[in-house]
T-cell receptor
Framework: GAGVSQTPSNKVTEKGKYVELRCDPI?????LYWYRQSLGQGPEFLIY????????DSGLPNDRFFAVRPEGSVSTLKIQRTERGDSAVYLC???????????FGPGTRLTVL | AQSVSQHNHHVILSEAASLELGCNYS??????LFWYVQYPGQHLQLLLK??????LVKGIKGFEAEFIKSKFSFNLRKPSVQWSDTAEYFC??????????FGIGTKLQVIP
């Protein structure tokens, strides 16, 4: 497709479990971003990739959160030992390098019981 | 650090009324500014953006925003809203290398 895709669309897990969220950016976009949006809040920056490397991971809340982008395209956000406070919509966006216009995916709604 | 403040969290208007949503940011340097919109059941999409040049920016669906540097503001306007404009609107600022900070959002409800 032409847009950013994210899978799964919904994920329900139990406290303490490990989850992986996947993002497929727009083809040719070298920059990829992860955000978290809690209820009643705007998207909160987590991490930004330029190519394969994390250019800015200052938004990751703690070391339970980790993201990779091994081939410079698809990215996976990994959350270990999930907590109820991790429940949110996780958004992915991509952009062409040198452009600040970001295109968002539909998000993954994570619910930690 | 950069931050964004949206003044109105929930706005209710009748169709054909004029709209202005406030947005103020704090950042000491050059900024890029955005308004994103999220229609019910849809994902975030760009409404308009300001990078440089003319401070009055026109976006899709008749929306416009004015960048006033002295006031650190980037207010969104539309002369006549429609029921289909019912959505949540987010102001965002990018003052560094690709990191974007979003405001809390304003929910707009347009009554037919």
């Amino acid at each position: 497709g032409a847009g950013v895709s994210q899978t799964p669309s919904n994920k329900v897990t139990e406290k303490g479990k490990y989850v992986e969220l996947r993002c497929d950016p727009i083809s040719g976009h070298t920059a990829l971003y992860w955000y978290r949006q809690s209820l009643g809040q705007g998207p909160e920056f987590l991490i930004y990739f330029q190519g394969t490397g994390a250019a800015d991971d200052s938004g990751l809340p703690n070391d339970r959160f980790f993201a990779v982008r091994p081939e410079g395209s698809v990215s996976t956000l990994k959350i270990q030992r999930t907590e109820r406070g991790d429940s949110a919509v996780y958004l992915c966006a991509s952009s062409i390098r040198q452009s600040n216009e970001q295109f968002f995916g539909p998000g993954t709604r994570l619910t930690v019981l | 650090a950069q931050s964004v403040s949206q003044h109105n969290h929930h706005v209710i208007l009748s169709e054909a009324a004029s709209l202005e949503l406030g947005c103020n940011y704090s950042y000491g340097g050059t900024v890029n500014l955005f308004w994103y919109v999220q229609y019910p059941g849809q994902h975030l999409q760009l409404l308009l953006k300001y990078f440089s040049g003319d401070p009055l920016v026109k976006g899709i669906k008749g929306f416009e925003a004015e960048f006033i540097k002295s006031k650190f503001s980037f207010n969104l306007r539309k002369p006549s809203v429609q029921w289909s404009d019912t959505a949540e609107y987010f102001c965002a600022v990018n003052g560094g290398y690709q990191k974007v900070t979003f405001g809390i959002g304003t929910k707009l409800q347009v009554i037919p």
